[in-house]
């Protein structure tokens, strides 16, 4: 069956730019995850959701991010007024609800000129 | 609180030798302890993952980890090194002691295969 997409592959803004970043879980997966990976890094946490609702946002970097799940399938990551540290791979990744094991995306790069 | 350290940013064998990628981990909680593998451009692949069951965990393409509570430790091996792993390798650690998956990555180590 389908993975997890991400839409675009790639994006090249502006510093000071909105962008949006989507993913698509994988079917019946009610858990969805978002992880940023840097230049050099592992992935870090950003934000769960279970369902609709985000359970844990405890990792988004500051206000300029927000993350929805309206219909608890696709969501969108959003990022306000851009900065040049926030080029990064997002990462989704969705799970079974109660299962341990995560299915990633193959991630958003996002350049912020 | 939980972390992950992978020891050596970049690690180089020849084919058909052992393979050998370390992480060590510290955690307030028993773990859940996984390694994905990351091929340029393309999304985090599990290989393997323990989760209280058996301490040696066989994954796929024949990578193995043996968890060692006294070491902290789970490292992954593989006997026989062939081209096609070279890629980025991650460790893992997550609890669920909020009742999902936090999962705290380490920064990777890039394993070189030479012909």
């Known amino acids: 069956g389908a993975g997890v997409s991400q839409t675009p592959s790639n994006k090249v803004t502006e510093k000071g730019k909105y962008v949006e970043l989507r993913c698509d879980p994988i079917?019946?997966?009610?858990?969805l995850y978002w992880y940023r990976q840097s230049l050099g890094q592992g992935p870090e946490f950003l934000i769960y959701?279970?369902?609709?609702?985000?359970?844990?946002d405890s990792g988004l970097p500051n206000d300029r991010f927000f993350a929805v799940r309206p219909e608890g399938s696709v969501s969108t990551l959003k990022i306000q007024r851009t900065e040049r540290g926030d080029s990064a791979v997002y990462l989704c990744?969705?799970?079974?609800?109660?299962?341990?094991?995560?299915?990633f995306g193959p991630g958003t790069r996002l350049t912020v000129l | 609180a939980q972390s992950v350290t992978q020891l050596g940013s970049h690690v180089s064998v020849s084919e058909g030798a052992l393979v050998l990628l370390r992480c060590n981990y510290s955690?307030?909680?028993?773990?859940?302890l996984f390694w994905y593998v990351q091929y340029p451009n393309q999304g985090l692949q599990l290989l393997l993952k323990?989760?209280?069951?058996?301490?040696l965990v066989k994954g796929i393409n024949g990578f193995e980890a043996e968890f060692k509570k006294s070491e902290t430790s789970f490292h992954l091996t593989k006997p026989s090194a062939h081209m096609s792993d070279a890629a980025e390798y991650f460790c893992?650690?997550?609890?669920?002691?909020?009742?999902?998956?936090?999962?705290?990555f380490g920064t990777g180590t890039k394993l070189q295969v030479i012909p």
């Open positions: 990744a969705s799970a079974r609800q109660g299962d341990n094991e995560q299915f």
């Open positions: 079917s019946g997966h009610t858990a």
């Open positions: 959701f279970q369902g609709t609702g985000a359970a844990d």
């Open positions: 955690s307030s909680v028993p773990p859940y």
């Open positions: 323990y989760t209280s069951a058996a301490t």
């Open positions: 893992a650690v997550s609890d669920r002691s909020g009742g999902y998956q936090k999962v705290t």
